[in-house]
Structures are given as structure tokens and as C-alpha cells.
């Protein structure tokens, strides 16, 4: 196939057809998109990219990865209280391989007709095999929420469990086992992220900062501390654990995996002691579990502690370069 006729046969149709938007006015078909932003919003638009080998196995289903690559864009979108609403795709391929291209465009389609989101152009090249998307959407003008508005005395708060994700790498890469009841629960953290698109919903007008979970906790929440000028003092106990990473890893180790280990893609945000009530009603009518894990002081730094000690022995977590 050429690539205008893996475009037409594989994206044009399909991953537009389950999600057919009015302010979609023009997608994919010429040199760019046109799209009506609702008004009194603003744009919020996040671009990742995925390389085969570093951010995903090489023998990964490719319907799987269409869907992981959408979920991690639309939860950086949640953290940042935004509705989904468009995706571009680019897609680097070593070759034109129908049966993995057939595989990827059904993961896609279904996320996006999951989540009413549209796919509204892209690129397609040769080479190593490389996911680029950008997915855009919109929040209520002045609503969203950024990690810079955190202050001394709010609480910190994650949804979710913890440290999930990262097992599952391990049992996918041979270097952990376990039965297979905890395996499944645990590969399919880490294969098929929920992003937090209605808790981040929520947390407008609630949460002072917020951002997602990609590589983990004990690095992430120093962005947070570095944009608000605090620090961050987080009670290791009151980390949200699964009985599934417990019983695979025993508590101590499913501790240090929830601290360091990345791609869990739950929401990480603090909220005001006033606001407390709040948030409670809001996350619950969301029905999205959530922990207060420690609290934001004066200064700067993140510190752990372990039954009220100073914990000074911790890893960082995962960084590029």
C-alpha cells in the first residue's frame, strides 16, 4: 500500500466513524483540520511519544498499544481538568504490515468511540516503529488546573492504586512471578491504563495543583514542589497498595515499587483543608477511590517517612535522559 491508501483504508474511515462530532468541521482528508472550539473554553492540547523497546514491548498486540497510546495522552488531558475531544495520530512503520495495521486501527477506533473523541489528521512515515500522538481538548475558561497552586498546609491526595503498572512490566519482562489471577490483574494495570478523565472533571474549582502518574510518584510530585515553591511530606503507610501487588511482592516491596515505579497514570493532586468536603462528594459521585497520602509544607524537596521516621534510602524514579 501506498500511504495515502493505508490512511484512507485503515484511519480515514474507521476511527472517524464512532466518533462523528459537530465540531469536528473538517478531519482528516486535507492539509490540516478545522475545529470549533466550544465558547468560554480554552484549548489544552498534550503530545507524546512512544518508541518501540523503550516505551513498549516489541511483541506488544497492537490493539493493545493503539489503546495505550491514546490512554496516556488523554490522561495528561485529565490532569489537566480538560474534556477529550480530538486526536492527531503520526505513525512511523518499518513496513506496511496489514495484519498489525488492522490490529492497531480497531484499538484506536474503540477508545476513541469510547471516549467520543474524534481522529483528525496525522502522518505516516517509514521507519523505526514510533507513536506520536497529540490529543487536544477543552476546559471552562480560568477552570483548569495546573501544578503551580499548591500551597503550605494542602492535603495530597492519589487516585487509584499505586505501583500496578510497574509489576506488570516485571511479570511481562520475566523478571517477576506470581499466580496468574495476581499476573492478569497486574499486566492489564500496565497494558490498559484507566485515564482519570472524569475525576479530573471533578477536581475543577477543587484541586489547588494536579498532574498524572507516568513516572512515578517520588519523581513526578517534585514538579509539583518545583512549580509551587513547597514541599511535599508523604506518610509511605497511607500509599494506596492493591491486595494483588501486596500478595505478589509482599508489603514492604509493593511499597517501594508504588513510590518509584512509573505508568500507573492515576491523577496525583493536593486540595485545601476547605476544600476537603468537597472533594469528597465530588470524586464520590465520580465513584473514583482516592487516599491523602501526606501534606504540602514550607520549603522545598519531597520527604518520605515510615511510621513517623525520615526515610533517606529511596530510589528516583524513571528519567529520559
Not at 487516585?159 to 499466580?179: E, H, V, Y
Request: with cysteine; net charge negative.
Amino acid at each position: 500500500m501506498t500511504e495515502f491508501e493505508l490512511i484512507e483504508r485503515y484511519f480515514r474511515d474507521g476511527c472517524q466513524r464512532g466518533s462523528k462530532r459537530k465540531d469536528v468541521l473538517f478531519g482528516i482528508g486535507d492539509d490540516a483540520a478545522i475545529l470549533r472550539a466550544p465558547d468560554n473554553n480554552q484549548l489544552v492540547v498534550t503530545t507524546d511519544t512512544l518508541v518501540e523497546g523503550i516505551h513498549f514491548l516489541k511483541d506488544i498486540d497492537p490493539k493493545v498499544l493503539a489503546y495505550k497510546s491514546v490512554a496516556v495522552n488523554l490522561s495528561d488531558l485529565a490532569a489537566m481538568g480538560a474534556d477529550p475531544a480530538w486526536l492527531t495520530l503520526a505513525l512511523t512503520l518499518p513496513k506496511s504490515d496489514e495484519a498489525w495495521l488492522a490490529g492497531f486501527a480497531e484499538g484506536l477506533n474503540q477508545i476513541c468511540e469510547y471516549y467520543g473523541i474524534a481522529l483528525v489528521g496525522g502522518d505516516t512515515t517509514r521507519g523505526p516503529l514510533t507513536i506520536t500522538l497529540t490529543a487536544m481538548g477543552h476546559v471552562p475558561s480560568d477552570r483548569g488546573i495546573y501544578r503551580h497552586g499548591a500551597n503550605p498546609g494542602d492535603w495530597i491526595f492519589v487516585t487509584g492504586t499505586l505501583g500496578d503498572s510497574a509489576a506488570g512490566l516485571k511479570l511481562l519482562t520475566g523478571d517477576l512471578s506470581c499466580d496468574e489471577d495476581l499476573k492478569e490483574f497486574l499486566v492489564t494495570k500496565h497494558l490498559r491504563p484507566v485515564p482519570r478523565v472524569l475525576a479530573g472533571r471533578s477536581l475543577r474549582g477543587i484541586a489547588s495543583a494536579c498532574m498524572d502518574l507516568s513516572d512515578g510518584l517520588a519523581g513526578d510530585i517534585k514538579h509539583i514542589c518545583k512549580a509551587s515553591e513547597v514541599s511535599a511530606h508523604i506518610n509511605i503507610e497511607q500509599l494506596p497498595l492493591s491486595s494483588a501487588l501486596q500478595q505478589a511482592l509482599g508489603e514492604a516491596n509493593a511499597q517501594s515499587l508504588a513510590i518509584v515505579g512509573g505508568e500507573d497514570y492515576e491523577l496525583l493532586f493536593t486540595v485545601p483543608e476547605n476544600r476537603k468536603g468537597a472533594l469528597m462528594t465530588a470524586l464520590g459521585e465520580a465513584g473514583v477511590n482516592h487516599s491523602c497520602i501526606g501534606q504540602m509544607r514550607g520549603g522545598s524537596g519531597v520527604h518520605f517517612y515510615r511510621d513517623g521516621e525520615l526515610v533517606t534510602d529511596l530510589v528516583d524514579s524513571f528519567q529520559h535522559f
